[in-house]
């Protein structure tokens, strides 16, 4: 979960915290994160744990947007009794976060879609150290774990920063937030593999793929490896420029 500071400043800015308030910029982010499938990470008022969910579905003139049944059961019984939540979440280099508040739930075919008012207040932090290059579909980077709770993973990433990864694993097992996959492997293209210990930051099963869908921060990258991390991130930004993708 990512805690913001007070400080704040004119939209669009770029430099520290910030608030969005324009209604047509809130919506447009809202938009981004359900067409770029990011996962959020919610916290209902009164329970300790952090859950995941995602937005399914924004509309503009009604004034609201949808979320998936939160992946905990009692975070889940709380937000239908309480009615408010927090998101946090990543947005190309940013973190964001902003307040729920529930108009309805829908319960029926036994998976919870929950009715939310569009925000009036985004908060925004640019992370300009560790921005992430989300790749393109024909760019395939293989990533793997040689023994996590005694199977072995493999799956491929979909975003990568200089600070972590996104990645889609082929396994049913959901790791818990904070836990360590030792040793593994990324072997980028035309460079040496990157070879690291990965922290589990957030983690959900995409029932609809059977896969999990992973973000993890590395954890004792060495020298050598963030120089090799950052010349292939410098070198997938030049493509991009040079290609407008």
């Known amino acids: 979960m ?11 800015d770029g ?4 608030k969005l308030t324009s209604r047509a910029k809130i919506i447009a982010v809202l938009r981004q994160l359900k067409s770029e499938h990011e996962l959020l990470s919610a916290q209902v008022n009164g329970q300790a744990a952090c859950c995941n ?17 939160l992946s905990d059961p009692a975070s889940h019984e709380a937000f239908l009794k309480h009615g408010k939540l927090r998101v946090d979440c990543r ?6 976060h902003f307040m729920c508040k529930l108009n309805r739930a829908d319960t029926s075919g036994g998976i919870a879609l ?5 925000p009036k207040v985004v908060h925004r932090l640019q992370r300009r150290q560790h921005f992430r290059v989300r790749l393109n579909p024909g760019t395939s980077i293989a990533v793997s774990v040689p023994c996590f709770e005694g199977e072995t993973l493999s799956g491929e990433a979909f975003d990568l920063s200089a600070g972590g990864l996104g990645a889609f694993f082929r396994t049913r097992n959901i790791p818990n937030p904070g836990q360590i996959m030792n040793d593994c492997t990324i072997p980028l293209p035309r460079y040496k593999p990157i070879k690291t ?3 589990v930051r957030f983690a959900k099963l995409d029932g609809a793929h059977h896969r999990l869908r992973l973000g993890g921060r590395f954890v004792g990258l060495d020298r050598r490896q963030e120089r090799l991390l950052a010349q292939f ?9 040079r290609f407008g993708s």
């Open 2 to 12: 990512f805690f913001l500071s007070g400080r704040t400043g004119k939209e669009g």
């Open 91 to 96: 947005l190309q280099g940013m973190e964001l």
């Open 197 to 199: 210990r990965l922290e």
């Open 53 to 69: 969910t995602a937005i399914l579905g924004v509309r503009e003139k009604e004034g609201i947007f949808f979320l998936d049944e």
């Open 233 to 241: 991130l410098a070198e997938m930004q030049r493509k991009r420029r």
């Open 15 to 18: 430099h520290g915290a910030d």
């Open 114 to 118: 929950y009715e939310v008012g569009i």
